[in-house]
């Protein structure tokens, strides 16, 4: 297993992304540490993990209150002594398909502000932490339209381009002290395409068209991709790694 004997808080463990990357986690031998906002999502995501034989703990914690974090990751600290890993997949409802011309302000400085807080929130107070023991990685979360030139996606393409500045800023300073920081990117995951589509381009099945044909694969990668490399990545198999992007787009953006 990848990650036997790690200790891996994920925080947004609820969603979609956080809680694929858990249970993978979880199966690769990690003991996880699972939070977020609402408890109910985090808390059947762990019964599963435990339900297959792994080991979880769920917390209510809102990643936007600095105190609330700062107190959780020291709990987690006093109760499993360290912290190996750490991935944000905290995520935000984003106003798009309205062009910036005629964009209100707080619809476009909401996305950067939110994002980007919470990541530079949890990944310090983990590093904090990790440079301590010298060891730990840092998996931060962005998507496509930060490597793109893409109309009408507002403010969420400039946040997740922040996004990845923030990792390389913390590769940089952190990587003398043996933490690695490392990005994944995905275009739109196929797994959380729902009815309605959330860019208005027509119906769910030519949204779906759409954004295939813009990959080079002309597929949409799976929650199952962006755990196992989430996995890997945590792993020390990826040793080498840090201050990069893991591109996941299926040649959407193509690095």
């Not at 995905?186 to 068209?209: K, N, Y």
């Not at 020390?236 to 996941?248: C, F, I, S």
Request: aromatic residues 6%; charged residues 20%.
């Amino acid at each position: 297993m990848l990650l036997t004997n790690k200790i891996a808080v994920i925080h947004g463990a609820g969603g979609a992304i956080g809680g694929a990357v858990a249970r993978t986690f979880a199966r690769e031998g990690a003991k996880v540490f699972l939070s977020g906002r609402n408890a109910e999502p985090v808390e059947a995501v762990a019964r599963d993990i435990v339900a297959a034989g792994g080991e979880a703990e769920v917390a209510q914690v809102d990643v936007l209150d600095e105190d609330a974090i700062e107190k959780y990751t020291a709990k987690v600290i006093r109760k499993a002594g360290r912290i190996d890993v750490v991935f944000n997949a905290i995520g935000f409802r984003v106003l798009q398909g309205v062009p910036l011309t005629d964009l209100k302000r707080d619809d476009f400085i909401s996305p950067i502000v939110s994002w980007t807080t919470t990541q530079f929130l949890t990944s310090r107070t983990a590093a904090r932490h990790m440079v301590q023991k010298r060891s730990g990685v840092i998996l931060t979360l962005s998507a496509s339209p930060a490597r793109l030139a893409v109309a009408s996606t507002a403010g969420f393409g400039v946040a997740c381009a922040a996004i990845e500045g923030l990792t390389r800023t913390l590769a940089a300073e952190l990587g003398p002290q043996g933490v690695r920081v490392v990005c994944i990117r995905p275009h739109r995951i196929g797994d959380t395409l729902g009815p309605d589509p959330d860019f208005p381009v027509g119906e769910a099945e030519e949204f779906r068209s759409l954004i295939e044909g813009w990959t080079l694969l002309k597929r949409l990668p799976s929650l199952a991709d962006v755990a196992s490399t989430a996995a890997f990545l945590a792993s020390d198999h990826a040793d080498a790694m840090t201050g990069t992007v893991a591109n996941l787009t299926c040649g959407m953006s193509v690095d």
